[in-house]
Structure formats: C-alpha cells, structure tokens
C-alpha cells in the first residue's frame, strides 16, 4: 500500500515538472527573425514562458527555469518564413541562418546577441538598452548605432574581404561609417569595454578610444 502512495505521489510530481517545462501561453517580449532557409537552428535562454511560431503552422511553448535551449528546425524547401518568438530572452544565438530580418524592437530584457553570418542589411538595437555583448559580422550592415546601448562593453561588426554568398554576406562599414559608429559609443565606466573592427580599415580609432573602449582590430576570413 505505501509502496501505491509513493509511486503515486512520484507520478504526479512528475507530471508537474512536465507541466513546468512545457507550459502555457508566454508573457513579455519577442523577436522575429524572416528566412528562407530550409533548416534554421536558433538557441536562447531566459526565465519563464515562451512560444516559437515556426511559421509553417507548427507552435511551441515552453517554460525556462534559467537554462538555455536550442531548436532545429527542417522546412520542406525554401520559401521565406517570419519565425516568432514570445518571452523575456536574455541571451539569444541566431547565427548562420539565412536571415534577411531580425525585429527585436519588443525585446527589452536581451542582454547578449549573436547574430553572425546572416544576410541582414539592417540592424535596429535602440529598443534593447539591457544589450551588453552584441556579435554581427558576417551580414550585409553598412552601419549601425549603439547610441542607445549604455550597458554594451563587447562589440563585434568587423568588414571582411571575401565574397557576398547566398548564406551569408560581408558587412560594409567605410573608414567614416566606423566613425560615425564610434561617435554612438557611449562613455560609461565600464571594466574591458571592446570593440572589434577590420584591420585594414583606416577609421579613427581614437575617437573609439578617447571612451575608453579597446579597438580589436582583426581580419575577417
């Protein structure tokens, strides 16, 4: 009979773990990500609820308990998809996806971004003032403005000398739109505040470093 209870009891608390994990409908924020690609992984983590709308009918909501998760998932072919998703994301990993859209303006909780090796042409981060490493080399950005980020200490936009591809692009930053990107740094006292920048550029890294950010100058591929 204790032995029935117990199974019982264990049962049950079983269920109530499933049910944390694979909860109801997500609060807070999101963000939408547009691609054609015919299989898309994306990772990320935070605490609470979420739903993914894979844009192909299929819906996921889950609960977070402060651990990350990543998905993939197989499309039938290409054909361009608008991927939803709902909840308070701290740290989100999108790279090498094929996106040509990324809207995280209802995203105010993000603190880390990778968004590396895409084809984004536009990257609009003034909503997302928590934001403090942010990785986007590898797309198809002519500048960006970081004016609004005052928590942000590790930057990466690098140029790079290869070839634009159907996967990824080459950001285009010139000497003045490295400038002009220096010019949003802000200022704060910040413990190791970097910025990492193609080496072969001739921008005026001062303006950079007057901030007191270190310039990481690299070369991409």
Same mark, same amino acid.
């Given at each position: 009979?204790?032995?029935?209870?117990?199974?019982?009891?264990?049962?049950?608390?079983?269920?109530?773990?499933?049910?944390?994990?694979?909860?109801?409908?997500?609060?807070?924020?999101?963000?939408?990500?547009?691609?054609?690609?015919?299989?898309?992984?994306?990772?990320?983590?935070?605490?609470?609820?979420?739903?993914?709308?894979?844009?192909?009918?299929?819906?996921?909501?889950?609960?977070?308990?402060?651990?990350?998760?990543?998905?993939?998932?197989?499309?039938?072919?290409?054909?361009?998809?608008?991927?939803?998703?709902?909840?308070?994301?701290?740290?989100?990993?999108?790279?090498?996806?094929?996106?040509?859209?990324?809207?995280?303006?209802?995203?105010?909780?993000?603190?880390?971004?990778?968004?590396?090796? #895409? &084809? *984004?042409?536009? %990257?609009? $981060? =003034? @909503? /997302?003032?928590? !934001?403090?490493? +942010?990785?986007?080399?590898? #797309? &198809? *950005?002519?500048? %960006?403005? $970081? =004016? @609004? /980020?005052?928590? !942000?200490?590790? +930057?990466?936009?690098?140029?790079?000398?290869?070839?634009?591809?159907?996967?990824?692009?080459?950001?285009?930053?010139?000497?003045?739109?490295?400038?002009?990107?220096?010019?949003?740094?802000?200022?704060?006292?910040?413990?190791?505040?970097?910025?990492?920048?193609?080496?072969?550029?001739?921008?005026?890294?001062?303006?950079?470093?007057?901030?007191?950010?270190?310039?990481?100058?690299?070369?991409?591929?």
């Amino acid at each position: 009979m204790m032995k029935k209870i117990f199974l019982t009891i264990l049962a049950a608390g079983f269920m109530a773990t499933l049910c944390c994990i694979y909860g109801q409908a997500a609060a807070g924020g999101s963000i939408t990500f547009v691609t054609a690609a015919p299989v898309v992984e994306i990772s990320f983590d935070g605490e609470g609820k979420f739903a993914i709308d894979w844009g192909d009918g299929r819906k996921e909501n889950l609960t977070l308990l402060g651990r990350g998760v990543r998905f993939k998932q197989n499309y039938s072919g290409r054909a361009s998809r608008t991927i939803t998703i709902s909840g308070d994301i701290i740290t989100l990993n999108c790279d090498a996806n094929e996106l040509t859209g990324l809207d995280l303006s209802k995203s105010t909780s993000l603190k880390n971004l990778n968004c590396i090796l #895409n &084809l *984004l042409t536009n %990257l609009d $981060v =003034s @909503k /997302n003032t928590e !934001l403090v490493s +942010l990785s986007c080399h590898g #797309n &198809l *950005l002519t500048n %960006l403005d $970081v =004016s @609004k /980020n005052t928590a !942000l200490k590790d +930057l990466s936009v690098g140029n790079s000398r290869g070839s634009d591809s159907d996967n990824h692009g080459y950001n285009k930053f010139t000497s003045e739109a490295y400038n002009v990107l220096f010019g949003t740094l802000h200022s704060n006292t910040i413990d190791k505040k970097f910025i990492t920048v193609d080496k072969e550029s001739d921008c005026d890294r001062k303006i950079a470093t007057d901030k007191g950010w270190e310039v990481r100058a690299v070369q991409y591929w």
